[in-house]
């Protein structure tokens, strides 16, 4: 359940853009016009409840070149349960975080793939090790399982300029997934089906938790 789980998604061509984009530069080397001289920028945002999931929370990144320091908190998430989460980022997107309008079939659940028009497709997984990008976007044995409900997050990544460039510009968009609708401690296909991303996962854990656009 690591890799290729995102194939089928309305956005796996760009997800795929972007993943050669990282494995392009993944050696590169930080001198050169990243070479400690540019000022550290900081984008924040309050990242706020999605489907009713209770959860709320604050992120702040640091972009300096393409180096990101990432750190949220989220709290009432469903406990002990892994939560994927990622800085979603497309040239295509609103650069915003979805509201129940963006409910495109009407089934009161809020998607991932409904929210890609607004917040793009994966441009960063937030794992708690190894790899980083949108290929980990569903590694669920490398997030967080908010013991107690709270995540406390802080890596240091190395994004694709571009992408580091578009979140230093405020166009980065922090989402959290898995979200517990029935309440049973277990994400389980009985409440919302299967998820649109990978019919092997119950919907209850891709579906956003909490969003916040990075400002
Ligand atoms: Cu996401």
Do not use: W
Request: aromatic share 4%.
């Amino acid at each position: 359940m690591k890799t290729k789980l995102l194939a089928g998604t309305a956005a796996s061509g760009a997800i795929l853009l972007t993943t050669l984009a990282l494995g392009g530069t993944a050696s590169a080397t930080s001198s050169g016009d990243d070479h400690g001289h540019e000022h550290g920028n900081v984008v924040s945002a309050r990242l706020n409840t999605l489907n009713n999931s209770g959860a709320t929370g604050d992120a702040r990144v640091k972009v300096e070149g393409k180096r990101l320091e990432v750190r949220y908190t989220a709290n009432h998430l469903a406990p002990n349960l892994p939560h994927a989460a990622h800085i979603h980022y497309g040239a295509q997107a609103a650069h915003e975080c979805p509201t129940v309008a963006d409910d495109a079939n009407h089934d009161f659940r809020l998607n991932v793939a409904e929210g890609v028009p607004k917040y793009g497709p994966i441009a960063v997984s937030l794992t708690t090790s190894g790899d980083t990008s949108p290929a980990s976007g569903l590694a669920v044995d490398r997030f967080s399982t908010a013991p107690n409900g709270t995540i406390h997050y802080k890596r240091d990544i190395s994004a694709a300029k571009d992408v580091a460039r578009a979140i230093r510009r405020g166009e980065g968009v922090l989402v959290v997934h898995g979200v517990d609708y029935n309440n049973n401690g277990a994400y389980d296909f009985a409440s919302a089906g299967a998820s649109e991303l990978n019919a092997a996962l119950p919907a209850e854990a891709t579906d956003p938790a909490v969003c916040g656009v990075l400002k």
